[in-house]
């Protein structure tokens, strides 16, 4: 990707490839993705963890059992996984999927093909090929290739039935100054654009569990979850704290682009939730 590309371009086009060319990535990129996830910094969280991640080329021991996933049907013809590795509590899976959806969209620019995969993988045969740490797990993977444009059908077919471009509208996920009233894009001053990033925003099952207040003064946007009840409890995990990272990512990059100065932080906050089930996560502060 290059420095001038813009990343909430970016952030716009990038749709799930599930079927790719069969071909090998081009040297220059497998390049520039290796060299991305062995720079460090390109590893560091909102909240100062490092993250890790693996690339594992396609090769027999790893595809023998299809990697099926699930209603999604198979990918196909992938070159390369990138996987992610983290623990299994709120904040690390929060910050593993800011970092890990960083890579996709560095990916994206690219123009090479993505597919966030959270529950619907065989872990076990990942697992056999890296070395885990203890209280490691794997929370996601995204296969990578070049996507086969005769097999778009194939992927906008399945975008249908998950409705994927389906999105949730401002006023179900944003809120003005606390949740009783909704947030609309006139009002949302220079953080219009960060908040439409969030609304476009990949998630699990395109749950979109973000919400968003945002403060009277427009100095602080703050993020909470609306967990659905059960939603991957049998995996272990909380797979919606992902689409909170992910919602980070997109929101935080958009705000870089322009020029919007400010920095993550975890407050206590006394406002009112609308439910049990709705959680506060972080907020974004703009630098006075």
């Given at each position: 990707m290059t420095t001038t590309q813009s990343m909430i371009d970016t952030m716009r086009k990038r749709k799930s490839?599930?079927?790719f060319e069969e071909r090998?990535?081009?040297?220059s990129d497998v390049s520039q993705i290796r060299e991305y996830i062995n720079n460090p910094q390109n590893l560091i969280g909102p909240f100062g963890g490092n993250g890790k991640i693996e690339w594992i080329p396609v090769t027999k021991n790893v595809t023998d059992q299809g990697i099926k996933l699930g209603t999604y049907g198979f990918i196909k013809n992938p070159s390369s996984y990138l996987v992610g590795i983290t623990?299994?509590?709120k904040y690390s899976l929060v910050e593993y999927a800011y970092i890990f959806h960083k890579l996709v969209l560095y990916v994206t620019g690219l123009d090479i093909g993505t597919c966030w995969m959270g529950g619907t993988f065989n872990r076990t045969s990942f697992e056999k090929e890296i070395s885990l740490g203890i209280d490691e797990f794997i929370p996601c993977i995204t296969p990578i290739g070049y996507p086969k444009e005769k097999g778009r059908m194939f992927d906008i077919a399945l975008r249908y039935v998950v409705k994927a471009d389906n999105k949730k509208p401002w006023e179900k996920l944003f809120y003005d100054g606390n949740f009783q009233i909704p947030l609309t894009k006139e009002k949302a001053g220079i953080l219009e654009t960060p908040i439409e990033m969030v609304r476009i925003g990949p998630s699990a099952s395109n749950k979109q569990p973000w919400r968003l207040v945002l403060s009277e003064d427009r100095k602080q946007c703050h993020f909470y979850i609306e967990?659905?009840?059960?939603?991957?409890?049998s995996l272990g995990y909380d797979m919606q704290l992902l689409d909170m990272g992910i919602a980070m990512c997109q929101f935080e990059l958009a705000c870089q682009e322009l020029n919007i100065s400010g920095d993550w932080k975890i407050e206590e906050q006394t406002k009112p939730v609308p439910n049990e089930n709705v959680e506060y996560i972080v907020s974004w502060k703009i630098d006075s």
């Open positions: 490839i599930r079927t090998a990535l081009e040297h623990q299994n509590n967990h659905t009840p059960n939603y991957s409890s």
